[in-house]
Every structure is written in structure tokens, then in C-alpha cells.
């Protein structure tokens, strides 16, 4: 026993005296591959060559007039494997990329999804409307597409609850027509 303690301390002090020499490690920074992109390129990338129709919309009541382009798609309802016409509205502007969205006056449409179809014409009843920050009513759209002649009738109403009942008022009618094929470049839905 006396022999393994001293030779215990002597490889503990040899052990101490052994110098080590810590590595080294490079770590190596990526090199970016490519110029940054900017945000216009990542803008632009998002906005896609699409078909639709190039039209006009017409107020009815004022006869003012704007371009609009739609996009048409047909939309499978999954509970019930029916399928649905979409049309998603775009406001299209002289010098830049059409903008999602039609201005009816201060009211706004995106996009609809008709609810039912008899000989191409096709109608539906939309909540989808966006009004402006007073707006106090229901606002709803009253949509009617005829297929065969490209046009889309609009009636804009507001439904108030007057103390009784609700009661509905027309705010304007607008009709979309004169439409052409065309190719824009838009932003999806």
C-alpha cells in the first residue's frame, strides 16, 4: 500500500506537467451566392400573368366609368363536391399592376363565389361588401352574371334596423360590361 500512494502522486504530478494544446477550429462565414434582392423584385415576383376579362364598370346612377379586370375560376365546394363560379375583381390603373378590390362609390368588392346557376346565368347574395368606417347598416351586393354576353349586374343595398324591423335601401346599381379577353399581371387570391 505503500508502494501505490507515492507512485499515484507521481503520475498525478506527471499528468499535471503533460502540456495541451487546445485546437484550433476555422468556421467559415457563407458567401452569399447572389446579389440581395430588393423589394421591389420580391413584390414583383408575387404578381402573376393571368387570363381573365378586361371590362367596364359603370355606375348607373352617375354614368362614371372605370376599368376593371376579372379573374374566373370555377371553386369546388368540399361538403358537397358542387362546383362554384368565382370571380375575383381587380381595379386596374394606367401605370402600375391592377389592385385587388372594385370601388362601388365608398364600397368595396373583392371577390364573389355564385350560389346558383340557371341557363349561364349565374346570381348570388354577398355580405362580402366593405363599406366606410361610418357605415352603420348591413351592407350586401346583389350580384347576377350572364355568361353569354359577358355581363354582371350589381345592386348595392344597406339593410337598418329603424326601431321595428329592418328595412333595406338600394345605395346604387352598377352594370359591368364591354368585356374582352385579356392578360394581366395580378396578385392571386
Known amino acids: 500500500m505503500k508502494a501505490i500512494l507515492p507512485a499515484l502522486f507521481l503520475g498525478a504530478i506527471v499528468s499535471g506537467c503533460v502540456k495541451v494544446e487546445p485546437k484550433k ?5 457563407p458567401k452569399p451566392k447572389s446579389t440581395p434582392i430588393s423589394t421591389k423584385a420580391i413584390l414583383d415576383s408575387l404578381y402573376k400573368d393571368t387570363k381573365g376579362i378586361q371590362c367596364v364598370l359603370e355606375n348607373q346612377d352617375s354614368l362614371e366609368t372605370q ?3 376579372i379573374v374566373e375560376k370555377i371553386k369546388v365546394n368540399e361538403e358537397n363536391n358542387e362546383e362554384n363560379l368565382k370571380h375575383t375583381f381587380y381595379q386596374v390603373h394606367e401605370d402600375k399592376n391592377p389592385s385587388i378590390g372594385i370601388k362601388l362609390d365608398d364600397k368595396y368588392i373583392d371577390f364573389v ?3 346558383a346557376e340557371e341557363d349561364e346565368v349565374y ?3 354577398s355580405y362580402s361588401v366593405q363599406g366606410a368606417s361610418d357605415d352603420s347598416g348591413i ?5 347576377a352574371y350572364d355568361k353569354k354576353i359577358n355581363e354582371i349586374s350589381i345592386t ?6 329603424d326601431g321595428t324591423q329592418m328595412q333595406e335601401e338600394s345605395l346604387g346599381s352598377y352594370k359591368i360590361n364591354q368585356c374582352v379577353e385579356s ?3 395580378v396578385f392571386e387570391l
Open 25 to 29: 477550429y476555422e468556421v467559415k462565414m
Open 67 to 69: 376599368d376593371v379586370f
Open 113 to 115: 363565389t355564385y350560389e
Open 123 to 125: 346570381s348570388l347574395r
Open 139 to 143: 351592407l350586401s351586393a346583389q350580384l
Open 156 to 161: 348595392v343595398y344597406e339593410q337598418k334596423y
Open 183 to 185: 392578360e394581366k399581371k
